[in-house]
């Protein structure tokens, strides 16, 4: 086995989404101890959590494709691998660095990159800049990929994607 396969980067991953999931946890608590706060405040506040998870989640997949290709040349190339989102031509990576760009990028003056807006579009999710927080593509996006919100889960699919990257060079 090539040293590099041994994926020293998946515990702070982990670390990273566990304590994301514990803030939810949190927000979640709320929905039952007070009562204005209602669904359409916890989607408001879990959100940016959401997203964060999805930026360590393109940082986790970025940095794979370094480690096994010393470069991130044709990394586009590399998000194609693995399984298809429901009703789509898209990759569940590819959705994954989708939902990220789409969160840091969402509030800049100019559209999003044609990457980005496409792959969203091709997955159903809406992107339009004053969309309501219940059609964020964030919070459907991650509907889409696992059920009950489970951030964990996301950490199963770009585990298993890393170890596609190994077997997809050998077929070369």
């Known amino acids: ?30 929905l039952e101890q007070i009562d204005w706060y209602d669904g359409i405040w916890f989607l408001e506040e879990v959100e940016p959590i959401v997203g964060l998870s999805f930026i360590a989640l393109q940082n986790y997949i970025n940095s794979s494709i370094y480690d096994r290709f010393e470069t991130l040349e044709n990394q586009y190339k590399k998000y194609k691998l693995g399984k298809l989102v429901t009703d789509s031509k898209r990759t569940e990576i590819e959705l994954i660095i989708g939902i990220a760009n789409y969160f840091k990028h969402r509030d800049d003056e100019n ?11 091709d997955c159903g999710l809406k992107i339009n800049k004053d969309i309501d927080i219940t059609e964020s593509p964030i919070i459907k996006g991650l509907e889409l990929l696992t059920n009950k919100w489970g951030l964990s889960h996301l950490i199963t699919i770009v585990e298993n994607w890393r170890e596609d990257l190994w077997i997809e060079k050998k077929k070369h």
């Open 1 to 30: 086995m090539h040293w590099k396969r041994c994926d020293y980067r998946i515990e702070s991953l982990n670390l990273t989404i566990q304590g994301l999931e514990k803030s939810i946890l949190e927000l979640d608590k709320k």
């Open 111 to 121: 559209d999003l990159r044609k990457g980005t807006s496409t792959i969203l579009l």
